[in-house]
């Protein structure tokens, strides 16, 4: 399969502090990425669409001046947690579609990132 | 609304067993179809896609795609405890995001 990477792998931080967390296809150009938030022992929840050129789309209920994605180039989408608090607490994950024409679309995940707020 | 349907399980078999997952699907105009597995603590991983009616397979899995009947299912065969984990199935049509289940819990004893 593809190889999305995202970094940093865990983060502990202060509440009221910002975060930043970085999403790499790194074997394919990616136009589309996407990120998930999930918390312990539940599903996946997709928080944004992140589009290269483009403003990000949100889902219902998340906040946009609060998770701020990036995604300058076809390889890199960048999400930040601004002024974080403990309930932000959660595995972050990112995915890339790479696409193969038509409906082949396959998305792939990155390894997650682990935050923690204190 | 568009919606993935999964039994949360868990589904426990015996190591060596086939382990039989299933999702269905409400939007007859999906267009493709995925299994992924989590194990706990980590990221989802793509096992298997499939695109036309019938059968795909790959190893031990086996996916199956019935679109009249808006059915998916994951076979695995010769079950092993490396397998436990959470087999999400998920959608896609173009145009949209992923539409996931929210998983299957399986369980292989030793």
């Known amino acids: 399969g593809a190889v999305v990477s995202q970094h940093p792998s865990r983060v502990i931080c202060k509440s009221g502090t910002s975060v930043k967390i970085e999403c790499r296809s790194l074997d394919f150009q990616a136009t589309t990425m996407f990120w998930y938030r999930q918390f312990p022992k539940q599903s996946l929840m997709l928080m944004a669409t992140?589009?290269?050129?483009?403003?990000?789309?949100?889902e219902q209920g998340v906040e946009k001046d609060k998770f701020l994605i990036n995604h300058a180039s076809l390889t890199l989408s960048t999400l930040t947690v601004t002024s974080a608090h403990p309930e932000d607490s959660s595995f972050y994950i990112c995915?890339?579609?790479?696409?193969?024409?038509?409906?082949?679309?396959?998305?792939?995940f990155g390894p997650g990132t682990r935050l923690t707020v204190l | 609304q568009k919606e993935v349907e999964q039994n949360s399980g868990p589904l426990s078999v015996p190591e060596g067993a086939i382990a039989s997952l299933n999702c269905t699907y409400s939007?007859?105009?999906?267009?493709?179809f995925f299994w992924y597995r989590q194990y706990s603590g980590k990221s989802p991983e793509l096992i298997m896609s499939i695109y036309s009616n019938g059968d795909k397979e790959d190893g031990r899995f086996t996916a199956q795609l019935n679109k009249a009947s808006q059915y998916v299912s994951l076979l695995i065969r010769d079950s092993q405890p490396s397998d436990s984990a959470t087999y999400l199935c998920?959608?896609?049509?173009?145009?949209?995001?992923?539409?996931f289940g929210k998983g299957t819990t399986l369980s292989v004893s030793s």
């Open positions: 998920a959608v896609y049509q173009a145009g949209t995001a992923l539409i």
């Open positions: 995915s890339a579609n790479r696409p193969s024409g038509g409906v082949y679309n396959e998305q792939f």
């Open positions: 992140s589009n290269e050129g483009s403003k990000a789309t949100y």
């Open positions: 939007d007859r105009v999906s267009q493709s």
